[in-house]
């Protein structure tokens, strides 16, 4: 339904954005790889996919045609509903993901939640052939603006983004209590990808 979306940010956090398109508001779900890339920006475009279900339309946005390309495929995959591939955008980048699936490293999916040894061998084994298809990736360096924030900023909002993804607050507090033990965060997105470990 829609390709893209360009807007003013008027909200932002890990999972969600809002974005004013000409005075319309889009709510848009997003990973934890499109916040790190949008984090300084005051407008920007997203990609979108449009997530029909009965109860529910959802609108998920992505910064790169690349992640919503494997997006598409994830969800494309039995067992994997579009909450586990956001799951997954927000653990590995479409890089990393693009080369566990042609490497066919089944330890790498693994490592992501809601992500079993069969599901991983499923999304091996059905998204090989398309990821050979698709077009060299671009690596985008990416900056976080909130790497200054205290620790408890960074727990908190670290905290909050694991249970806008789904996960259950007692779990989501442990695991970010365990992943500020394991290192000090470099940013915000370095501590939800190590608390995502532990989730």
């Given at each position: 339904?829609?390709?893209?979306?360009?807007?003013?940010?008027?909200y932002?956090?890990?999972?969600?954005?809002?974005?004013?398109v000409?005075?319309?508001?889009?709510?848009?779900?997003?990973?934890?790889?499109?916040?790190?890339?949008?984090?300084?920006?005051?407008?920007?475009?997203?990609?979108?996919?449009?997530?029909?279900?009965?109860?529910?339309?959802t609108?998920?946005?992505?910064?790169?045609?690349?992640?919503?390309?494997?997006?598409?495929?994830?969800?494309?995959?039995?067992g994997?509903?579009?909450?586990?591939?956001?799951?997954?955008?927000?653990r590995?980048?479409?890089?990393?993901?693009?080369?566990?699936?042609?490497?066919?490293?089944?330890?790498v999916?693994?490592?992501?939640?809601?992500?079993?040894p069969?599901?991983?061998k499923?999304?091996?084994?059905?998204?090989?052939?398309?990821?050979?298809?698709?077009?060299?990736?671009?690596?985008?360096?990416?900056?976080?603006?909130?790497?200054?924030?205290s620790?408890?900023?960074?727990?908190?909002?670290?905290?909050?983004?694991?249970?806008?993804?789904?996960?259950?607050?007692?779990?989501a507090?442990?695991?970010?209590?365990?992943a500020?033990?394991?290192?000090?965060?470099?940013?915000?997105?370095?501590?939800?990808?190590?608390?995502?470990?532990?989730?």
């Amino acid at each position: 339904m829609f390709a893209y979306l360009t807007g003013k940010i008027t909200y932002r956090s890990p999972a969600v954005v809002h974005l004013d398109v000409q005075g319309v508001g889009y709510e848009i779900q997003i990973s934890l790889n499109t916040f790190s890339q949008i984090a300084n920006m005051e407008t920007c475009r997203l990609f979108t996919y449009l997530h029909i279900q009965e109860d529910a339309h959802t609108l998920y946005g992505f910064y790169e045609q690349a992640e919503k390309e494997i997006f598409c495929m994830l969800i494309g995959v039995s067992g994997v509903g579009a909450a586990t591939a956001r799951m997954i955008l927000s653990r590995l980048t479409p890089e990393e993901i693009h080369r566990a699936i042609l490497s066919e490293d089944e330890q790498v999916l693994s490592s992501v939640k809601g992500i079993g040894p069969k599901t991983a061998k499923r999304l091996i084994l059905e998204l090989k052939d398309k990821m050979l298809q698709m077009s060299s990736l671009k690596t985008t360096a990416t900056t976080d603006a909130m790497a200054l924030l205290s620790h408890n900023s960074l727990a908190r909002d670290a905290l909050n983004a694991l249970i806008a993804l789904g996960i259950a607050k007692q779990t989501a507090e442990a695991a970010v209590s365990k992943a500020l033990k394991e290192a000090t965060p470099q940013s915000l997105e370095d501590l939800i990808k190590r608390s995502l470990k532990y989730a």
